[in-house]
Every structure is written in C-alpha cells, then in structure tokens.
C-alpha cells in the first residue's frame, strides 16, 4: 500500500476532525445542554430584527450550522421561519426528530438542507445570518473562509445582519500537555444508559492555528475504547476583524461574551456581529 503523503494525512485529519463529533447526534445533545447563553443570544437579536416589522420576510433567519436544532428549535417556536443548514446527515436527522415533537405549525417554520455551507444555494436573502457555537471554526484555510463569506455575502438582504461565535484563543490552554488527558467526567449514555468516563487532549499545530482535539469515551465498567476527533481553526481577534473587512464586512461588534462583555485577554468566547460594507473594494 503507497504511503500517504502529508497533505493527504492532513486532510484525512481535518475531515474526521469535521464530521466525527457529530455522529452521535443523542450524546452531543447531551452533552451541550446546558449550554444556553448563546441560544438565549441569538433569540434575542432575532427578535431585536423583527421587532415591529410585519414585512414579510423580516422573520426569516439563515442559520449556518444548526445542527440538531438546539437554537433552530428555539426561534421556531419564537415564531422565526428558520432555514438551516448542516453538513451532517445524523445531526440533521435527529432535528427533523426533535421538529416533530416541537408542534406542526412550529415544525412549518423550519427549511432543512444537507450541504457544505462554504457553498451556499439557498436561492434567497435573508434579513439575520447566523453561525452559532464554534461553526466557523471548521473554516480551516483562508480560502474556506472567502468562500463561506462570499455566501453569506449574496444570501445576506441588504441592512442585513450576520452574527456568529467562536472561541477566543487561550494559549496556555491549547499548550497543554497532549500526552495528558484532561476534562475527566462520569455520565450516562442518554440513549444506551451506559456509564461512561469522558477525557480530552488536544495537539496544537500552530503554523496551521488548527487544534486538533482528542474525547475519548471510555466504559466505566471496562471494555472498548472510543476515540472521536474534533478539529478547530482557531481566530485571533485582530486577524478575524481583518478577515471580514477584506470580504466586505463593517464589525457592528466584537464582544468577548453573549452579555455583551468588553473582548478581553480573558474572554473565553468572540461575539461578533456585522453588516455588509458596500461596496466591496476589489
């Protein structure tokens, strides 16, 4: 068998790194509900949008990344017609899951499409995009980068608004000891109820600014280990801000919480919300 070259063990890394977190669409959800700060975020800058318009149209919302429904979910119900798009058919299947036990007119509201949002063909503008939870750090080259803003560009009504979160980079954090394991947790599996011990490491590539992440899902009892990977790039703040000027974005803000806390050395998260600048300069 030919030996793999570099490029390819890369890019067979990044791809694994994209889908396998999300193939387990039941445990993700498990894990990630008691995140709640960011749905309660983009609700209200929904509703902010929408805020006395009856135009039709001001209560649509692009959601780049939606997943399994865990914000989808919320701003249908809120009255949003939703259209979201993931790259993953499992997660995308347990949200048409969840739509059904959300109530027929609030299932209604919602448009699903399967694809890569770096090449979006939805057809239509929106008045709100938005790219929640970490979704645009698997943009891992600055051309993945051009390419999913010039779709947002061209899906992105004019006085439009496009809001998105990722992490702020912690270097002692991503500089951790990757022979270590780090995050120790005991839970049930919510479909299986199997105790499991949850652990994580990472390797940080820094040329690249792409950590790529280790969970590792252990039996409490013994037996077969699970290893899933997961890979971000990782934003600075000066850099992202440089990002969306030169693809044509003015930064309305770049907070460094959903409570609209000052971006600081500290802050675990970015907030960032922007408009289209017009024109764009070529």
Known sequence: MAKRSEAELLQAALEA???????DAALYDHEYQRRRDDVRFYRALAAERAL????????DVLELGCGSGRLLLPLVRDGFSVTGVD???EMLRRCRERLQHAGRAAAARATLHAGDFR????????????CPFNAFMHLYTRRDAERFLAGVRAHLAPGGVFAFD??????????RDSNKRWARTRFRHPKTGQRMIYTTNLIYDAALQIAFMRIYYQPEAGGRERVVHL???????????ALLHYNGFVVERHDGDFDGSALATESEEQVVRCRLRRPLRR
Do not use: Q
């Open 231 to 241: 890979t971000h790039r990782y934003f600075f703040p000066l850099e992202l801000e």
């Open 17 to 23: 790194g994209t889908t396998e977190h999300y193939r």
């Open 166 to 175: 990722i992490m702020n980079p912690d270097l002692s954090w991503l500089s």
């Open 119 to 130: 090449a979006l063909a939805i057809g239509r503008c929106f008045p709100l995009v938005v």
């Open 52 to 59: 006395g318009s009856t135009k039709k149209g001001d209560h």
């Open 87 to 89: 790259l993953s058919k």
